[in-house]
């Protein structure tokens, strides 16, 4: 990853959630030094690039648009919406032909758009689920999932290739992938710098809100409810700029997003973190040294329920169904 010089680089993140487009600013950094970058971002992810890349080219790229729901599960209503994506992966590969000759691009990295290779420029995916785990139709998602990763030339994994130190358990095992496959370590758009100095706790729970409605508001609403009773000081980043109307109470502070620094200093502030499991969630809290950990799975997305599990078999976290939040003290 480090080795790539001199070439027009073309990176769209899959903007479910923020963590897809989290994961990728670190890779930018790393490769703006020395290459021209234009992002591809969608309405719902712009936000995140213009804070910290303001000076980078983007363009507008089709958002798969995915609806979730209040009580089916997510694997069922993506299976509905097959059809949806797989127009939408059509659109991403008409347009990557058009950006490739209005712009020269060399390269092109994806991170979960199955749509961006091209057999004319070299293109890498980036993902760490090789070895998708659904209910019933593991088999059926894993071909359909190779049969568009060997689009590609190469695969990048973020996350340690020894099987002892892996963060995604047996998500990014699979021995069928026919393309080369790069483990290049966890990746976070925070700067884990002045670990080892004393940090002061100020808040004593961080309540960190992502991913897709209605599930979002769903915790939002579910957590303020388990800490109505509660003396804590606690921090909430709700991860939308929805309308919020907060409980009557003083020990709670909220932000609608925080990036960067201020995400950064909030989650060293707090004493322990209550989120999502979602696989960028963790590499952010891992790389951070933090390890009191409350994960919230969403409900019927297999990933994030497989990823509680293993996390709280592995790293000690505490996890909770969403139905079954306790009342904090």
Same mark, same amino acid.
């Given at each position: 990853m480090h080795a790539i010089n001199n070439k027009i680089i073309f990176i769209a993140p899959l903007d479910w959630g923020m963590g897809h487009s989290s994961r990728c600013i670190s890779i930018i950094r790393g490769l703006k030094k020395q290459n021209t970058i234009i992002i591809g971002v969608t309405i719902k992810n712009i936000k995140i690039f213009d804070s910290y890349f303001p000076e980078l080219k983007k363009v507008y790229v089709p958002s798969y648009s995915i609806n979730y729901s209040k009580k089916t599960p997510i694997w069922l209503k993506l299976i509905f919406q097959l059809?949806?994506?797989?127009?939408?992966?059509?659109?991403?590969?008409?347009?990557?032909?058009?950006?490739?000759?209005?712009?020269?691009?060399?390269?092109?990295?994806?991170? #979960?758009r199955f749509?961006?290779? #091209?057999?004319?420029?070299?293109?890498v995916f980036i993902t760490h689920q090789l070895n998708i785990q659904a209910p019933f139709f593991s088999k059926l998602a894993n071909i359909i999932n190779r049969k568009y990763l060997h689009q590609f030339n190469q695969v990048w994994v973020p996350d340690y290739e020894k099987l002892d130190k892996r963060l995604s358990g047996k998500l990014s095992?699979?021995?069928?992938? #026919?393309?080369?496959?790069?483990?290049?370590?966890?990746?976070?758009?925070?700067?884990?710098? @002045?670990?080892?100095?004393?940090?002061?706790?100020?808040?004593?729970?961080?309540?960190?809100?992502?991913?897709?409605?209605?599930?979002?508001?769903?915790?939002?609403k579910l957590l303020i409810k388990s800490f109505t009773k509660s003396n804590k000081n606690i921090v909430l980043v709700r991860g939308s700029d929805s309308k919020f109307e907060i409980i009557n109470s003083s020990k709670i502070t909220y932000f609608d997003f925080a990036f960067g620094n201020e995400l950064q200093n909030l989650i060293l502030k707090s004493d322990t973190i209550i989120c999502r499991s979602g696989y960028s969630t963790l590499m952010d809290l891992y790389l951070l040294?933090? @390890?009191?950990?409350?994960?919230?799975?969403?409900?019927?997305?297999?990933?994030?329920?497989?990823?509680?599990?293993?996390?709280?078999? @592995?790293?000690?976290?505490?996890?909770?169904?969403?139905n079954k939040i306790p009342l904090f003290d």
């Open positions: 059809p949806k994506i797989y127009f939408k992966i059509l659109e991403e590969k008409k347009q990557l032909r058009e950006l490739i000759k209005l712009y020269t691009i060399d390269l092109v990295i994806s991170d #979960n749509g961006l290779s #091209n057999k004319k420029i070299e293109s095992e699979s021995s069928l992938i #026919n393309i080369p496959t790069k483990f290049i370590g966890p990746q976070t758009a925070l700067i884990p710098s @002045n670990l080892e100095e004393k940090i002061k706790i100020e808040y004593d729970y961080l309540i960190l809100l992502s991913g897709e409605e209605p599930q979002r508001t769903l915790l939002e040294k933090k @390890n009191k950990i409350i994960l919230v799975p969403t409900p019927g997305q297999t990933e994030q329920i497989y990823l509680a599990t293993y996390w709280q078999r @592995n790293f000690g976290a505490k996890t909770y169904h969403q």
